[in-house]
């Protein structure tokens, strides 16, 4: 759990200290997500680390309040509205407060613990990884809100992982079958090469990490990938289908 944990943590401080860069006239600036601000992508950040907490320390009692709402998109609207009525500062210690609470919970789990997700459950690892990744794919919508690179780091490895290990889910929920695993060939920084999937496929994705991670966050559409090609019908339909997320 230790380096999951150390780049969660280090993934989270990068975009909190981008953020205190931000002036304050700007977090009303919309983002790719369409109707959100970036003040309601951080506050978003900051209500599922609260549900993350409850999943981790309470058996995941709140996850109930969804069936509440008559979509996922409502639930999901409903989560940044409290920070609508905050000052920006004050939304920034609201998300720092709730990670820091997940941070604590997730150092005293074991890799395997299962933690009770909305979807499914999870290991304490793979929830640690899917926290990155969330914070990962937000972070991309603040940057581009203001016009701004991010830049790729050593931790993609981290979500290209999960990208690949959500695959099942990901046709699953697209109501495709997965009929033969997929093998996943990226270079990420540094020139670090990472792969995931059985040798023996012919079903293959290969190209860079970046690209790789942000189509399966569907911050990138698989067919502007530059880099990413699919060996096999099977690879072809996990391009259009890849989902990291629940």
């Known amino acids: 759990m230790r380096e999951i944990l150390s780049d969660l943590v280090a993934e989270q401080q990068s975009l909190d200290q981008f953020l205190q860069r931000v002036a304050i006239r700007d977090w009303e600036r919309p983002t790719p997500a369409a109707g959100w601000s970036i003040r309601d992508t951080v506050s978003h950040l900051a209500t599922f680390e609260e ?39 004050d939304v920034i210690e609201w998300w720092r407060g709730a990670r820091a609470k997940v941070i604590e919970e997730l150092s005293r789990s074991q890799p395997t613990m299962r933690v009770p997700w909305f979807k499914s459950d999870m290991s304490a690892r793979t929830f640690a990884t899917a926290r990155l990744m969330e ?37 699953e929920y697209a109501g495709e079958e997965y009929s033969q695993p997929v093998r996943i060939e990226v270079l990420g920084p540094q020139w670090s090469k990472w792969v ?12 860079q990490a970046g690209e790789w991670c942000r189509v399966a966050v569907q911050r990138m559409d698989a067919g502007k990938a530059k880099s990413l090609k ?9 391009l259009r289908v890849a989902r990291a997320y629940m």
């Open 51 to 89: 549900y993350a907490y409850n999943a981790l320390a309470q058996g995941g009692s709140r996850q109930s309040e969804a069936a509440q709402y008559p979509n996922d998109e409502a639930f999901t609207q409903a989560g940044v509205l409290p920070g609508r009525a905050m000052r920006a500062q």
């Open 135 to 171: 914070t990962w794919a937000h972070g991309l919508d603040i940057y581009s809100s203001l016009g701004e690179e991010c830049e790729d780091t050593i931790r993609l490895r981290h979500i290209a992982w999960l990208a690949w290990k959500s695959l099942p889910y990901a046709f």
């Open 230 to 238: 699919a060996q096999g019908e099977v690879a072809e339909m996990a």
């Open 196 to 207: 995931f999937g059985p040798a023996d496929t012919d079903q293959v994705i290969k190209g």
